[in-house]
């Protein structure tokens, strides 16, 4: 496995660390190839419950794509450049946005381009309070091609995303946070434990339980309120036969009288 992504695992958490410092880790085609095969071998690994993805270093989570090798793409042409780039980015994100264990982003830096929708693509994301973020390809003459044109309005609403898609400039944590596009800020020294804490209390329910909840809103953002109630109905139902539902229900049950009296509000039974 190419050291262009470093991964470590304790305690059922895998950190996949982007580790190329010395160009602010930027994507090149042969780090997205090692995420992909990464989060493979992590799928398949049922003792991992849960992965963390970082920067190496403390300058940067990502500062995008590889610009010297997507140029020599372009220089090929449209069917080279989507090819290469494009399709290859693209499976990156859906990967990770579709993956069936929680995927939480650790923004230690800079995460632009590239490296910002990595984190749009995560399920969750804690950032430092040094993470800075931009959209920055409308400067290079083109939009978004890893799915940013498409998530961050999802995240963010339409107009915030424009703002970020459209400027190109460069916004904070804080305002990161107020877009929906990561859940927590906390002091740099503080990211990985906070990380850590995320996964952790995710990884005490069942494996079952955790895949089904994020297939089902993953899938249903994408489709009308009717198809993604089928959805969630699907996956409750692969849910029934479970140890885990049953279990559940037998120590809820459990701690619980038999008899009680009538509720003061009518709906504490539902």
Known sequence: MTDRVLCEITDTIATLTLNRPDKLNAIDYAMADAILALLDRVEADD??????????GDRAFSAGADIHQFASSVAQGPEAAVRDFVRRGQAMT???????????????GLAFGGGCEIVE????SVASNRALFAKP??????????????????????KRALAALLTGEPFSPASALEMGLVNQMVPHNQLLTAARTLAATIIRHTPQAVAATLAAATRGLNMDIAAGLLVESEQFARLVSTAG????????????????????????HS
């Open 94 to 108: 859906a990967r990770i946005e579709s993956f069936c264990k929680p995927i939480i982003t650790a923004v230690n």
């Open 121 to 124: 693509a995560s399920h969750l």
């Open 245 to 268: 539902l049953h279990a559940g229900l037998k120590a809820w049950i459990g701690q619980r009288p038999l008899s009680r009296p009538v509720a003061a509000h009518p709906l504490e």
């Open 137 to 158: 390809e409308i400067k290079l003459g083109m939009l978004p091609t890893f799915g940013g044109s498409q998530r961050l309005p999802r995240l963010a609403g339409r």
């Open 47 to 56: 003792a991992i419950r849960a992965i963390i993805i970082t920067g190496a």
